[in-house]
């Protein structure tokens, strides 16, 4: 059975229908805005590739000092229990 006219004005998603040209012109905006925003975050990060390190890396950088700080406490207190196995 066909739709009549009274149905097609009561489609609630009939504002948002397009044509395959409009697609296309939709996808290629947001495929142009996508790349856009891939590259300036690529130069913002190529920028500050230095600090962005620093901060990544402050965590790892702080437990190798704790553990090191752990094993020469250790090494120390081994040497001064057994200075012969030194």
């Given amino acids: 059975m066909a739709p009549d006219a009274g149905e097609r004005s009561e ?4 504002h948002t ?3 395959l040209g409009e697609h296309l012109g939709e996808l290629r905006k947001r495929l142009f805005r996508g790349v856009l925003a891939v590259v300036l975050l690529f130069i913002g990060g190529l920028f500050f590739s230095d600090q962005i390190t620093a901060v990544i890396l402050q965590p790892h950088r702080d437990s190798v000092a704790k553990l090191n700080a752990e094993q ?3 090494a ?3 040497v001064e229990q057994h200075p012969e196995e030194r």
């Fill in 76 to 78: 120390r207190e081994q």
């Fill in 11 to 14: 489609d609630p998603f009939a």
């Fill in 72 to 74: 020469e406490a250790l």
């Fill in 17 to 19: 229908r397009m044509t």
